[in-house]
Nanobody, 124 residues
Framework: QLQLVESGGGLVQPGGSLRLSCAAS????????IGWFRQAPGKEREVVSC????????FHADSVKGRFTISRDNAKNTVYLQMNSLKPEDTAVYYC?????????????????WGQGTQVTVSS
C-alpha cells in the first residue's frame, strides 16, 4: 500500500527556515513524480513545487521561486522541501503527493497518493 508521511512543519518567524520531509513506504520513489502542495484556510490547494522522476528536474511556483528548493533522495525514499525566507503568506497545510509519470505536473488531480499534511505557520 502506497503511503506518504510528511514531517517537519511547525511555527517559525518571518524570514526563518523549515525543511519538510515526505517519506514514502510501500513503493519506491524512483518512478514517481513527487509534488508539494499547500492549502491555506479559505483558499484552494495550490502547487508549490514538484520534482520529476526521469531526471530530477524541479519546478517551483513563482510565489516560492528562489526561496524554496525541492530535492529527492531515492536511497532514503524521501523527498525534501527546503523553505527559506518564509513569509506569513506561506502559512498553510503542506501536502506531498505522488504520481507515476516522468515529468512534473502542477495539477492536483493527476496525483494518486497523498500524505496527511503538515502545518506550517509563519508568524511573529
Amino acid at each position: 500500500q502506497l503511503q506518504l508521511v510528511e514531517s517537519g512543519g511547525g511555527l517559525v518567524q518571518p524570514g526563518g527556515s523549515l525543511r519538510l520531509s515526505c517519506a514514502a513506504s510501500g513503493f519506491t520513489l524512483d518512478y514517481y513524480v513527487i509534488g508539494w502542495f499547500r492549502q491555506a484556510p479559505g483558499k484552494e490547494r495550490e502547487v508549490v513545487s514538484c520534482i520529476s522522476s526521469s531526471d530530477g528536474s524541479p519546478f517551483h511556483a513563482d510565489s516560492v521561486k528562489g526561496r524554496f528548493t525541492i530535492s529527492r533522495d531515492n536511497a532514503k525514499n524521501t523527498v525534501y522541501l527546503q523553505m527559506n525566507s518564509l513569509k506569513p503568506e506561506d502559512t498553510a497545510v503542506y501536502y506531498c503527493a505522488a504520481t507515476r509519470r516522468d515529468y512534473c505536473s502542477g495539477y492536483a488531480v493527476v496525483y494518486d497518493s497523498w500524505g496527511q499534511g503538515t502545518q506550517v505557520t509563519v508568524s511573529s
